[in-house]
Structures are given as structure tokens and as C-alpha cells.
């Protein structure tokens, strides 16, 4: 354990600030992020892989401005296709795993049940294009690489869904919440805790890494939910809680399409590792102890 070190992408973000924690059990954690990084300068890639000589490579860093990427679409690629293909390039010639992390708008929700990995992607916007981008350059790399595809990620900190309406129903005494968009609802937390529970299975000795289980696994916490449904959960327990109305997509026009129905299916990473994650009202709870008890917000 003392000789293992994982170098971590993305460092202030959500589900970074979460693995800074939640690896440091397994090893000594290096984490890095802009501007030391500059995911539209490659050699600050290398050189930080070359620097840190890990032997787990965490990406956690992304461009994750949905709507933005729409018009301006470069910083998107480079942070979310292209500098995920130096990293496993770097990855594979140290040796190193490396873990990335992906997402359910690679799909195009005309699916009526959950996705599973072997479904065809087709994503509906620049960012989803962008993420699966990355996740090809990753698998033509090869090496020992696992892509967790995640959903509607939110927490305690940074900016998501959730502190938005808390904000929101602060300020306003009616909040129209799309309500026609299915998915699950999944805290940067137990994304993080999941890691480093695969982690610590595939790097322990013996343990022979990840012995030909390199690929795509759907990781979301269990259960669905649309984003109206998700806000009424934590915002009609608030003392003054605002109007709550569900409207349509259509209602709230965004320059992104999102796919209707990104539910993931995550019975591969539960068969291949043994994680299951918990339902999502069950992780909401816990990030609203967290706030709770004024955890910051940023």
C-alpha cells in the first residue's frame, strides 16, 4: 500500500473532492487540476502523469456545461474527448488503471427501460458527444481502463441541481421543474465510496488487477425519478417551500436536447465487483444531514 499512488484529475470538483477522501485508505492520493492542467495543452497532461508516476489514474475532471457546450463547443472537446485519450495513452505506458467517469447522455432515452452497456449511444447534444468521444479514445488506447457511466450527479458541494433549488426556493415563491425527464439521481459521494471499493478489490496483492474486466460499467444510484419528482423530495420538507409546479420540456426550452428516459441499468458492475449502490431517496438523506450540519457549499 505504501508504494501505491493514484493520481487524481480534477481536484476541486464534485466527485474529485469526494475521491481525495475516499482513496486516501488506499494509497497516497496526488490530486491536480487548472490551471496546473490545461486540457487544451496536452503536455500538461503528460507532465503531470509523468510527474506523479501512479499506478491508478482517476479522471475525474470534465466539462460538464450542457448547455453552453452547445455554441462554444472546443472547450468541451478537450476536456471531455480528447484529454481523456492522452490520460489512457500515459495510463497504458506507465501501466497504471485507469478509471474515468462517463455519463447517461451518451443515450438518447428512446429506450423504454434502463440502458445497459450494450445499447447503442446516441447522444442528443455537444456534451454527450463530447463524453462519448472520450470513452471511444479510452477503449482504442486499451490497457486496463474502467469507464463508469453515472447519472444527474449532485452533493453537498459545487454547483448541481439540488443547492440550485434550495437556492431558487429562497428567492421565489413558485418553481416550474421539468417533470417529463427520467433518471436517477446520484450523489458525487457514493460515486467516490464506489471507486474506491472497486479499487481496493482490483488493486489488493494477489488480487491480479483487473484480469480482462477493462470496459463500460453504468453506475447510478438505484431507482429513478424525474427532475420534478427529485426536487419535490427535498424541497417540500423545507420550512417555506415554494409552489412546486411540473411542467413539460417543451415549457422550459434549453439550447440542449436531453434524452427523456437515461435510467442505466447497473447490474454489470453489481455482478462483476459487488457494488450496489442505494436507492437515491436513501443517498439524499445523507447529503441533506450533510448540509444539515452547514458542510460548505462551494
Same mark, same amino acid.
Given at each position: 500500500?505504501?508504494?501505491?499512488?493514484?493520481?487524481?484529475?480534477?481536484?476541486?470538483?464534485?466527485?474529485?473532492?469526494?475521491?481525495?477522501?475516499?482513496?486516501?485508505?488506499?494509497?497516497?492520493?496526488?490530486?491536480?487540476?487548472?490551471?496546473?492542467?490545461?486540457?487544451?495543452?496536452?503536455?500538461?497532461?503528460?507532465?503531470?502523469?509523468?510527474?506523479?508516476?501512479?499506478? %491508478?489514474?482517476?479522471?475525474?475532471?470534465?466539462?460538464?456545461?450542457?448547455?453552453?457546450?452547445?455554441?462554444? +463547443?472546443? +472547450?468541451?472537446?478537450?476536456?471531455?474527448?480528447?484529454?481523456?485519450?492522452?490520460?489512457?495513452?500515459?495510463?497504458?505506458?506507465?501501466?497504471?488503471?485507469?478509471?474515468?467517469?462517463?455519463?447517461?447522455?451518451?443515450?438518447?432515452?428512446?429506450?423504454?427501460?434502463?440502458?445497459?452497456?450494450?445499447?447503442?449511444?446516441?447522444?442528443?447534444?455537444?456534451?454527450?458527444?463530447?463524453?462519448?468521444?472520450?470513452?471511444?479514445?479510452?477503449?482504442?488506447?486499451?490497457?486496463?481502463?474502467?469507464?463508469?457511466?453515472?447519472?444527474?450527479?449532485?452533493?453537498?458541494?459545487?454547483?448541481?441541481?439540488?443547492?440550485?433549488?434550495?437556492?431558487? *426556493?429562497?428567492?421565489?415563491?413558485?418553481?416550474?421543474?421539468?417533470?417529463?425527464?427520467?433518471?436517477?439521481?446520484?450523489?458525487?459521494?457514493?460515486?467516490?465510496?464506489?471507486?474506491?471499493?472497486?479499487?481496493?478489490?482490483?488493486?489488493?496483492?494477489?488480487?491480479?488487477?483487473?484480469?480482462?474486466?477493462?470496459?463500460?460499467?453504468?453506475?447510478?444510484?438505484?431507482?429513478?425519478?424525474?427532475?420534478?419528482?427529485? *426536487?419535490?423530495?427535498?424541497?417540500?420538507?423545507?420550512?417555506?417551500?415554494?409552489?412546486?409546479?411540473?411542467?413539460?420540456?417543451?415549457?422550459?426550452?434549453?439550447?440542449?436536447?436531453?434524452?427523456?428516459?437515461? %435510467?442505466?441499468?447497473?447490474?454489470?458492475?453489481?455482478?462483476?465487483?459487488?457494488?450496489?449502490?442505494?436507492?437515491?431517496?436513501?443517498?439524499?438523506?445523507?447529503?441533506?444531514?450533510?448540509?444539515?450540519?452547514?458542510? +460548505?457549499?462551494?
Amino acid at each position: 500500500m505504501k508504494n501505491r499512488k493514484i493520481l487524481v484529475f480534477g481536484r476541486v470538483g464534485q466527485v474529485g473532492w469526494e475521491l481525495r477522501h475516499k482513496l486516501a485508505c488506499l494509497g497516497e492520493v496526488v490530486s491536480v487540476d487548472y490551471p496546473e492542467i490545461d486540457f487544451s495543452k496536452p503536455e500538461t497532461i503528460r507532465a503531470a502523469v509523468r510527474a506523479a508516476a501512479p499506478t %491508478v489514474i482517476v479522471n475525474a475532471a470534465a466539462y460538464t456545461a450542457v448547455d453552453k457546450a452547445e455554441s462554444a +463547443p472546443e +472547450p468541451a472537446w478537450a476536456l471531455n474527448a480528447a484529454g481523456p485519450g492522452v490520460i489512457a495513452e500515459e495510463a497504458k505506458r506507465l501501466g497504471a488503471l485507469m478509471v474515468h467517469y462517463s455519463t447517461d447522455y451518451v443515450y438518447d432515452g428512446s429506450k423504454l427501460g434502463a440502458w445497459v452497456e450494450t445499447d447503442v449511444p446516441h447522444p442528443l447534444n455537444v456534451y454527450g458527444q463530447t463524453k462519448l468521444a472520450g470513452d471511444e479514445a479510452i477503449a482504442a488506447v486499451g490497457g486496463d481502463y474502467l469507464i463508469l457511466r453515472t447519472s444527474w450527479v449532485y452533493g453537498a458541494r459545487g454547483g448541481n441541481f439540488l443547492l440550485t433549488m434550495l437556492r431558487l *426556493a429562497k428567492e421565489r415563491t413558485e418553481l416550474r421543474i421539468v417533470d417529463d425527464q427520467t433518471g436517477s439521481p446520484t450523489t458525487s459521494e457514493c460515486i467516490a465510496q464506489a471507486t474506491a471499493q472497486i479499487l481496493a478489490q482490483v488493486t489488493a496483492p494477489g488480487a491480479g488487477g483487473l484480469g480482462g474486466r477493462s470496459g463500460v460499467y453504468h453506475l447510478t444510484c438505484s431507482g429513478a425519478a424525474t427532475w420534478f419528482g427529485f *426536487a419535490k423530495a427535498f424541497l417540500s420538507r423545507q420550512a417555506a417551500c415554494p409552489t412546486l409546479t411540473p411542467i413539460a420540456s417543451s415549457e422550459y426550452p434549453l439550447p440542449a436536447q436531453r434524452p427523456v428516459n437515461s %435510467v442505466l441499468n447497473c447490474e454489470r458492475v453489481a455482478q462483476t465487483f459487488g457494488v450496489r449502490m442505494p436507492a437515491w431517496e436513501d443517498a439524499l438523506e445523507l447529503v441533506l444531514e450533510t448540509l444539515s450540519e452547514g458542510a +460548505p457549499r462551494v
